[in-house]
């Protein structure tokens, strides 16, 4: 297990949150200026009735500290933790911040809301100035079953010197 501490010890710990490993950096900091004994360790996934081990979606630590101070890092953790968000989002970097949205494609919508702008619905879209629906069509051709209509290179062409692609 990589632990991280903050150079206090305690006689015991209690678990006090579970931040993101930069956030749990940062309340060690805090905690260390405080003189409260304070360590973090990657968080436990949640175990399921067949006690399967279900991860946390992004890299997650429980902040453990000293259970003797835990009123008073409590209080700075509710101090601290907003101020540290912030200077954490504003620090991010944009490989981060596209890897969250990539990561986001695949998580259920809320509730159906669309996350564009209502103009951008193609219901709405398709209607002409008058209000009325435009008629819109698009022909598809069926698959033929027919191994012999494939296109043929007219003579002369780059692709009729036996090259396989064009």
Request: proline share 8%.
């Amino acid at each position: 297990m990589s632990r991280r501490g903050n150079g206090l010890t305690a006689d015991s710990y209690v678990p006090l949150a579970d931040l993101t490993p930069q956030l749990a950096d940062a309340m060690l900091t805090a905690l260390s200026e405080a003189g409260i004994a304070a360590y973090a360790a990657p968080a436990p996934g949640e175990t399921g009735g067949y006690l399967d081990v279900r991860l946390p979606e992004e890299p997650t630590d429980r902040l453990y500290a000293d259970a003797s101070a835990k009123e008073a890092a409590e209080k700075i953790l509710g101090q601290r933790l907003p101020e540290l968000r912030e200077d954490y989002v504003a620090s991010r970097g944009e490989d981060e911040i596209f890897a969250e949205i990539i990561a986001s494609f695949d998580q259920p919508a809320d509730d159906d809301e669309t996350p564009w702008p209502a103009e951008e619905n193609i219901e709405e879209s398709l209607e002409d100035s008058a209000g009325e629906r435009a008629l819109t069509a698009r022909v598809v051709k069926p698959a033929s079953a027919d191994d012999d209509e494939h296109y043929i290179p007219p003579p002369g062409s780059r692709c009729s010197a036996g090259r396989s692609i064009c």
